[in-house]
């Protein structure tokens, strides 16, 4: 076997060990996602397993004595030759080195774009427990409280009574 297959199986088997798929999983929200969450991780699962077991693993040697004896020196000879002959191309990957910087780039913005999420996502979870905390109070609530929490509508309700408008 070539040695960037094993290469590539070994990197492969490394990142299977190295995703945190429980903590992807934790951050889906809706069923589907959930599903095709579940489908790339199978998909991803027979890959490497069929990377560590098929590709990682180096031919057995032919045993030319045994057809020797069986065949006949000189047409095994003759396979061996061609055997020997036999050169498999190594693989020289000139695709990642142009997607390289592509990706390096998307890891930024992803990582930009996880910041913002997480401050949005912060500021959605207070106002969720404002609202629930609200909701809750409501029907006990005074408007002196309901405005103590709300200072700019008692200033618009303020402004409005002074002006002497009333809605209509």
Known sequence: MSGTVKKVADVAFKAGRTIDWEGMAKLLVSEEAR?????????????NTQ?????SQEPEPVDWEYYRKGIGSRLVDIYKQAYDEVKIPQYVDNVTPQYKPKFDALLV????????????????????????ELKMKLSTMTADEYFAKHPELKKK?????????WGY
Do not use: G
């Open 157 to 165: 309700f303020d402004d409005e009574i002074r002006n002497d408008y």
């Open 51 to 55: 990377l560590q077991t098929k590709f």
């Open 35 to 47: 599903k095709e969450f579940a489908t790339l991780r199978r998909a991803f699962d027979e890959v």
């Open 109 to 132: 913005e992803l990582k930009e774009a996880e910041k913002l999420s997480l401050k949005e996502s912060e500021r959605l979870e207070k106002e969720i427990a404002d609202v629930q």
